[in-house]
């Protein structure tokens, strides 16, 4: 893949995801178990929209099912499963069905709250689709087949990874909302996200949303906002906050997923699980400063996931700990700068869709809203 982008004066290669590597396996194994002809690269299309074209490696063909192998390239983006082989076997079934399931190196989930089932392989949703949707462009009307996917050199990554924290055994995920990895030097990508900032300070822009990734964009979508001009923070919402100050934005709206929000609702501004991660600690003392019971707040404090904390928050105490949430992400931002900025908060999940909008959120999202 040749394509980059220039941060901090410096030109960076993108790379493709293992979601992407998958997606490429599976739909060459079954062009080679339909044609019987080997192929020698594929080409898919990613979420992204844009073509991935890739060599096909390992390339094993007999009767009733086929294997290949599609070499990851994070390009300069620093990733511990560049270089790692993802391979796709593919095999012919009874029936129309198209199954898909994991391999060696491909871990299993364990715990609940996670975007794949409990006893399922860690296939995300997003390439999950694109899997099976790639495999079923190639195959004649009515005929099914198995796939699988397996990275064996995933299974010595995951012991250097928090897979086996949040409840992934046995391997590494495959992952990829846009099927692209871009390249995040931390440096460079803070240069880059601070003169997205100052180029809408540049047009006169003063009002902001803020969100720490893809998720915060899409449901700012959901929450069909007008005129707004969004910027990814990704982990340095502290970083963003005083380019914020520098370039005299006087209004941010926060949007986020609780999973990176509550840390800031503990003054944790660099939301990075191995810079900080105290989510359950800081959830389970904000419940328990509302009366929540001491089995739940061991619950909240023994979970893997904020969703998976949620489910131990009895319904009827919900809007209040998220009020109390929300109001606290909002202050600790304004705290950092000096009260200089108007700033709300708006946190949701997954799961349970919005969870909670501070006082100064609800004025800010009407304003977008009227727009």
Not at 92 to 118: M, N, P, R, Y
Not at 201 to 207: A, C, D, L, Q, Y
Request: proline share 3%; hydrophobic share 35%; aromatic share 8%.
């Amino acid at each position: 893949m040749e394509r980059y982008v220039v941060k901090d004066g410096k030109k960076l290669k993108y790379g493709y995801t293992t979601g992407s590597c998958a997606t490429a396996a599976a739909k060459a194994a079954s062009r080679m178990l339909v044609t019987g002809d080997k192929q020698e690269n594929v080409k898919i299309r990613t979420p992204k929209g844009w073509d991935l074209f890739l060599d096909v490696e390992d390339i094993l063909i007999k009767e009733n099912k086929v294997k290949c192998s599609i070499t990851k390239d994070s390009g300069d983006d620093p990733d511990s499963t560049h270089g790692i082989k993802v391979f796709a076997e593919v095999e012919k079934i009874e029936g129309e069905d198209i199954i898909l399931t994991g391999g060696i190196g491909v871990g299993k989930v364990t715990e609940e709250g996670l975007a794949t089932s409990v006893g399922e392989y860690a296939i995300n949703p997003v390439p999950r689709k694109t899997i099976l949707a790639a495999v079923k462009e190639e195959l004649p009307q009515g005929k099914g087949v198995k796939i699988t996917i397996s990275i064996p050199q995933g299974v010595d990554i995951a012991k250097k990874t928090f897979n086996p924290r949040l409840g992934i055994v046995g391997g590494i995920s495959v992952l990829g909302t846009s099927g692209i990895v871009e390249p995040m030097s931390e440096e460079a990508f803070k240069d880059s996200i601070a003169l997205e900032l100052k180029s809408l300070k540049n047009k006169g822009i003063k009002k902001v949303i803020f969100s720490p990734g893809n998720y915060g964009r899409d449901f700012a979508c959901e929450l069909n906002l007008k005129n707004y001009s969004l910027i990814k923070t990704s982990n340095f919402i502290g970083f963003m906050l005083d380019k914020a100050i520098e370039y005299d934005i006087e209004e941010i709206l926060f949007i986020g997923h609780i999973g990176k929000m509550i840390k800031v609702a503990g003054g944790i501004f660099h939301t990075h699980s191995k810079v900080a991660d105290a989510r359950m600690e800081i959830l389970a003392s904000q419940y328990a400063a509302i009366g929540g019971n001491r089995e739940d707040i061991k619950n909240i404090l023994n979970s893997i996931t904020t969703d998976k904390a949620i489910e131990y928050i009895k319904p009827e105490f919900r809007d209040e700990l998220f009020k109390v949430t929300v109001e606290n992400i909002s202050k600790k931002c304004m705290d950092r700068v000096y009260g200089e900025i108007k700033i709300g908060t708006v946190i949701f999940s997954k799961k349970y869709g919005l969870l909670g909008i501070c006082n100064l959120g609800k004025e800010m999202l009407a304003g977008y809203k009227d727009e």
